[in-house]
């Protein structure tokens, strides 16, 4: 049973940052794409940044290129969002994902597990 487990969230002041860790068990990821979405309230989720877990290839939304980078630590098997310049329209619930395919999709339907999410908060 593949397991994610969000933790990192929490209130910033804009310009802040924080770092976002997505705790992944169940499965050896090696064959996984990873995904960072969030859900503001009143809107669809989003795709954030995603990258392929064996060779390391990030992929980002427009919106958050050269402030947010994703990684992996195989060792920890865990998943990072470091999270810079934060501003308040980056307000959300941000989610962890995992896709069973080293093609990765900004398509939320398309990856097989999800974390609880975590609340991200960024005041004005």
């Known amino acids: 049973q593949v397991q994610l487990v969000e933790s990192g969230g929490g209130l910033v002041q804009a310009g802040g940052s924080l770092r976002l860790s997505c705790a992944a068990s169940?499965?050896?990821?090696?064959?996984?794409?990873m995904g960072w979405f969030r859900q503001a309230p009143g809107k669809e989720r989003e795709f954030v940044a995603a990258?392929?877990?064996?060779?390391?290839?990030?992929y980002y939304t427009d919106s958050v290129k050269g402030r947010f980078t994703i990684s992996r630590d195989n060792a920890k098997n865990t998943v990072y969002l470091q999270m810079n310049s934060l501003k308040p329209e980056d307000t959300a619930v941000y989610y962890c994902?995992?896709?069973?395919?080293?093609?990765?999709?900004?398509?939320?339907?398309?990856?097989?597990?999800w974390g609880q999410g975590t609340q991200v908060t960024v005041s004005s």
């Open positions: 994902a995992a896709r069973y395919s080293q093609r990765v999709t900004t398509n939320p339907h398309e990856y097989d597990y």
């Open positions: 169940g499965r050896t990821f090696s064959s996984y794409a």
């Open positions: 990258i392929r877990w064996t060779i390391g290839t990030t």
